[in-house]
């Protein structure tokens, strides 16, 4: 059974750097089958796709997020991370990893699952 | 910047057919997928490519896709239907959702 599990600090300062994991179990984190992706929902909204990543190097980011955005895989444990630098307090939401499918085969990310359970991230000071 | 339009909130009596429809420059040339998202929960896929439904999705789940509208249907609406539903493309290297639409069941 495949299980994805986000973790981060909760609670971060305006204008400091917000760091997350999500740990996979269940599938292997560099198959070629699929993608991982974030996406986020700040409180009372809709979702925001952040970014996705495939371990063959292929990293497509937000455009609005891009210049602040670092995603990345380790294998060795099974870990996607998400780097968010310079945030504000529009960067305040749950972010939720995911497994992210391809349409086919070699070809670009579609749709997302499963879902991780999320992790709320406030920014205050 | 592509975008996708949702009404904001759809109505239906239990038993009847919802119908919520998603909004997009020539939709029909890209892969529609469609997310439940209940109350205090994660988005769970409820259709993918347009029309497909994972295992585990009951029937009265249904996806289709023409011109510039995508629509997803459920029959026989009950009760534990009632949630925000998200449509969702990939678009040249980004991925867009739309507003949400918030199903009632009265």
């Known amino acids: 059974q495949i299980k994805l599990q986000e973790s981060g600090p909760g609670l971060v300062r305006p204008s400091e750097t917000l760091s997350l994991t999500c740990t996979v179990s269940?599938?292997?984190?560099?198959?070629?089958?699929?993608?991982w992706g974030w996406v986020r929902q700040p409180p009372g909204k809709g979702l925001e796709w952040i970014g996705t990543?495939?371990?063959?190097?292929?990293?497509y980011y937000n455009p609005s997020l891009k210049s602040r955005l670092t995603i990345s895989v380790d294998t060795s444990i099974s870990q996607l991370s998400l780097t968010l630098r310079s945030v504000t307090a529009a960067d305040t939401a749950t972010y939720y990893c995911?497994?992210?499918?391809?349409?086919?085969?070699?070809?670009?990310?579609?749709?997302?699952?499963?879902w991780g359970q999320g992790t709320q991230v406030t920014v205050s000071s | 910047s592509y975008e996708l339009s949702q009404p904001p909130s759809v109505s239906v009596s239990p038993g009847q057919t919802a119908t919520i429809i998603c909004s997009g420059h020539?939709?029909?040339?890209?892969?529609v997928c469609w997310y439940q998202q209940k109350a205090g929960q994660s988005p769970i896929i409820v259709v993918y490519?347009?029309?497909r439904r994972p295992s585990g999705i009951p029937e009265r789940f249904s996806g289709s896709n023409s011109g510039n509208t995508a629509t997803l249907t459920i029959s026989g609406t009950q009760a534990a239907d009632e949630a925000d539903y998200y449509c969702?493309?990939?678009?040249?290297?980004?991925?867009?959702f739309g507003g949400g639409t918030r199903l009632t069941v009265l």
């Open positions: 995911a497994r992210h499918f391809p349409v086919s085969s070699d070809s670009y990310p579609s749709w997302f699952d499963p």
């Open positions: 269940g599938v292997s984190i560099d198959s070629k089958d699929h993608f």
């Open positions: 990543f495939y371990y063959r190097g292929r990293i």
């Open positions: 020539e939709l029909e040339s890209k892969y």
């Open positions: 490519k347009d029309s």
């Open positions: 969702q493309v990939w678009d040249s290297t980004t991925i867009v």
